[in-house]
């Protein structure tokens, strides 16, 4: 994949090239970063941002946790995603602002007083699980790597040292020969993808996991249920075993970058009969309905790059 020729960095637009910090930042040792993963997508009105502000809001709220202070307004950030858009003339995108302790001032502590630098990139990027998932679906297996348990690490919180768990699932699941990973919460119950959130169908209700399973509380997966309800169909929210894998009639992976991307077996046992059902398939309608016009956008969720 080629990376477009400018970033937005620390304030301003600069090439590519030039988008630089120190071996010794303090997130490269300690993980201490927040981020965003946004897409963007062409519509009849033009290019719009998917859920910009929401996505955004969740980012100022991961650094809160964090302690990380952000130099910018929220504003500013996302007068950045869109200028990156424009100054790179991407006719849709995959954004991602993320903002991250930079050198330390005393030493490398852990306590040490940190500057925060912050960019945003963004660049062109397909189906995120590869070529043809979203219409023929993927095989997961479940990993033996465990989310972190509560009042640990915050699962809510969209921080780069969580993906240290998300690496470990997704690469043992590539090992194995599945196209991604599942993970069960330290309670032994079902949480999540490697990096997606999971809906699971029952007699054409949508059963998902609740925040309470070490999930991110996922803008793909809240869109989901939105649309669902809008269209009349049940959502339940709840704890589930691992064998209700095995028992669902379809499951689905959800998220900006998978998008809505269907599982065709888990743990080499075909998901109902071992293709994408008719639920998903009404998800991905609704869903990418949104930018082709044909699903109302009643909740404001499109944001024009202008």
């Given amino acids: 994949m080629a990376y477009p020729t400018h970033i937005w960095h620390n304030g301003k637009i600069k090439p590519w090239a030039e988008a630089t910090t120190h071996v010794m930042a303090h997130a490269l040792h300690y993980g201490s970063s927040v981020f965003e993963g946004i897409r963007s997508y062409e519509t009849s009105k033009g290019q719009a941002i998917f859920r910009l502000s929401d996505h955004l809001k969740r980012l100022y709220m991961s650094a809160k946790v964090y302690d990380i202070e952000m130099p910018y307004p929220q504003e500013a950030l996302a007068a950045a995603c869109r200028d990156v858009i424009k100054t790179n003339k991407l006719p849709k995108a995959y954004i991602r602002p993320i903002a991250f302790r930079g050198v330390a001032t005393q030493g490398a502590a852990l306590s040490a007083v940190t500057p925060t630098e912050v960019a945003v990139a963004a660049w062109e990027m397909g189906a995120y699980l590869g070529a043809g998932v979203l219409e023929q679906g993927i095989d997961a297996g479940v990993s033996t790597w465990q989310r972190f348990a509560p009042n640990t690490i915050p699962a809510g919180a969209k921080a780069g040292g969580n993906y240290l768990s998300g690496q470990l699932i997704a690469r043992e699941a590539r090992r194995l020969g599945y196209g991604e990973g599942i993970a069960l919460a330290s309670t032994g119950l079902i949480s999540e993808g490697a990096g997606e959130n999971l809906f699971m169908v029952f007699d054409g209700v949508l059963h998902t996991t609740p925040a309470s399973a070490a999930i991110l509380h996922g803008i793909t997966r809240h869109t989901i249920m939105t649309l669902a309800r809008d ?63 044909t699903t109302p956008d009643k909740h404001g969720w499109l944001e024009l790059v202008g």
């Fill in 231 to 293: 269209a009349g169909m049940t959502v339940v929210e709840r704890d589930m075993p691992r064998e209700y894998l095995y028992f669902a009639d379809e499951i689905f992976m959800c998220g900006t970058a998978a998008e809505i991307t269907p599982i065709r077996s888990v743990d080499a046992k075909p998901v109902g009969d071992g293709k994408p059902g008719p639920v998903t398939h009404r998800m991905q309608e609704l869903f990418f309905g949104l930018f082709k016009g």
